[in-house]
């Protein structure tokens, strides 16, 4: 699979897993369960690569880190805001 | 800039009567003498924890400054109205220098960044190895990284499903059993490994610790996946004079690190020849001469801990190269398992990169989320793991017990004829 075409499949599987499973970060491991066939390591290149030009976001809980869409789901924030300064 | 609100801690306050150094005062003092309201609020909100048995961080968020998959661990409160200066607190993991030596100019250079962007409270060092800011603002993140990067030339280290940050002990820098250049080796996979350790790559964590000698001072046999340990293959290398002064009494064992009560003179026999593990060592008194059966020595060091003037590693080196251990999430708590009993280690460790690549790559394939590189060996099979996923041949230090096997296991292909047989044939000549 090209490089630009796996990034895209990427994307759509993010994609379909938001509408379907409400799911909006997935691990590495789950891109390469949808995307059969690839090499783990070219899924993970691709997956960063992604990341640097802003189309997908990393979300870490400190041991893992998952892949997400900018925007949708728990953000980085982790849905908290800076409280206002009075 | 509002005032100061400080908090009482009368649960966290215990701590200082201790008989130890607190940071307890050590972050009060501080606090006091900069005015650091997140000081004041971060013992806050600890007293309120210790209060109600339970974490006000909530998880998971932000990891990294841009392009970076880890180095940032997100950590917000659940207590922000409370406690809003420390509403964000995050946890910045800076990649320690090899051995963990610094020049005291870094060290203040790295305290002014932090008393200036972050928290002021650091800890040095965390268990794997890197230098552990504590507490910043997510605003901060990009300036810190800017100025780590720039000023310090210092990068940040590895979180969340990355290569962690490689470590090892001071090795040959300073210590007179080191086999292997420990500090070479933790550099030189570093840069080697840059994009696992800044881009979420794993199925899990990874970590790798280099120790110069069984001593293993950074327990790498049990903190690593990849546990890489200096020993050696010819003779442990003896001076009699020095043995025949420990025995004497010039000499202190331990290094004279029991000085601090009377135990008596120094005995060879009880406390050297027979812990000796492999019972391989023999003191003959008439002689006043030390021997040691070096085929049956299992490395473990206790001898030349004892008699370091006299005992010493022999001089053909390299590594034992071990993988698979791990804290007690799962399954309990492991030790590495030896991989390739031995390896040299003359850069650019080549050997090293590929069997480690070769490991990592079966992970990602076949591990599950969240499984450590241990655990997976543990499923497969250790065995299946050594021959098959890296193609190194089973050796008997894979085992401990029996190191020369009674039973013999054979497959279809390797017999001839395979299984079959004829059964009638052989009732005849053994009825049933
Ligand atoms: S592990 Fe061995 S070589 Fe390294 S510092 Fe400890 S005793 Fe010295
Ligand atoms: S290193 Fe350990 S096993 Fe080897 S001779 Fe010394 S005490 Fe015995």
Known sequence: MEKEELKQKIIEVIEKKIKIAGKSKVYLKDLQKDIPGVSPRDIKNAANELVREGKLEYFSTGSTVMFGIPGVGMGLEAGTEKPKEE | ?432
Not at chain 2, 219 to 233: K, M, N, Y
């Open chain 2, 1 to 432: 800039m509002s005032e100061i609100k400080k908090h009482d801690t009368p649960l966290v306050d215990q701590l200082k009567t201790g008989p130890w150094p607190s940071f307890v005062d050590d972050i009060y003092i501080y606090a006091e003498k900069y005015k650091k309201q997140t000081c004041f609020d971060i013992m806050g909100q600890l007293e309120l924890s210790y209060k109600n048995k339970e974490t006000h961080w909530k998880h998971g968020g932000i990891v990294g400054v841009f392009g970076y998959g880890g180095g940032v661990i997100g950590r917000y409160s659940d207590q922000q109205e409370q406690f809003p200066a420390v509403w964000a607190f995050h946890t910045v993991r800076v990649h320690q220098p090899g051995g963990k030596w610094y020049h005291t100019s870094y060290l203040k250079k790295l305290c002014d960044l932090w008393d200036h962007r972050g928290s002021g409270i650091v800890n040095f060092h965390g268990s794997t190895g890197d230098i552990i800011l504590l507490g910043t603002v997510t605003e901060q993140l990009e300036y810190i990284f800017f100025d780590l990067t720039h000023q310090l030339k210092q990068d940040l280290g590895g979180s969340g499903s990355n290569l962690r940050t490689p470590s090892s002990c001071m090795g040959k820098s300073r210590c007179q059993w080191s086999c292997i250049d420990t500090m070479a080796i933790e550099y030189e996979l570093s840069m080697e490994f840059q994009d696992e350790i800044h881009r979420p790559s794993f199925p899990y964590k990874f970590k790798i610790k280099v120790s110069g000698c069984p001593i293993d001072c950074v327990a790498a046999i049990a903190r690593a996946d990849l546990s890489i340990i200096g020993t050696w293959v010819d003779d442990i290398r003896i001076d009699q004079e020095a043995v025949r002064a420990y025995v004497g009494g010039e000499l202190k064992p331990g290094g004279n690190s029991h000085s601090d009560r009377d135990w008596g003179p120094f005995d060879i026999k009880k406390e050297v020849i027979e812990l000796c593990p492999t019972q391989c060592m023999y003191w003959d008194e008439n002689e006043k001469k030390l021997y040691i059966n070096n085929k049956e020595c299992n490395r473990c060091m206790h001898c030349m801990a004892v008699m370091p003037e006299a005992l010493w590693p022999g001089t053909d080196t390299g590594a034992t190269i071990l993988m698979g251990s791990k804290a007690p999430i799962l399954e309990g708590a492991q030790l590495s398992s030896v991989i390739v009993p031995f390896m040299r280690m003359e850069p650019p460790y080549d050997e090293l990169k590929e069997v480690t690549r070769k490991a990592w790559d079966f992970w990602m394939e076949v591990g599950k989320n969240r499984e450590r590189l241990g655990e997976l060996i543990q499923r497969i099979g250790l065995n299946r793991f050594i021959t098959e996923v890296l193609g190194l041949p089973a050796v008997p230090q894979h085992i401990r017990e029996p190191r020369s096997n009674p039973y013999v296991f054979w497959k279809e292909e390797e017999v001839p004829g395979g299984w079959t047989r004829d059964a009638a044939e052989f009732r005849k000549r053994h009825p049933a």
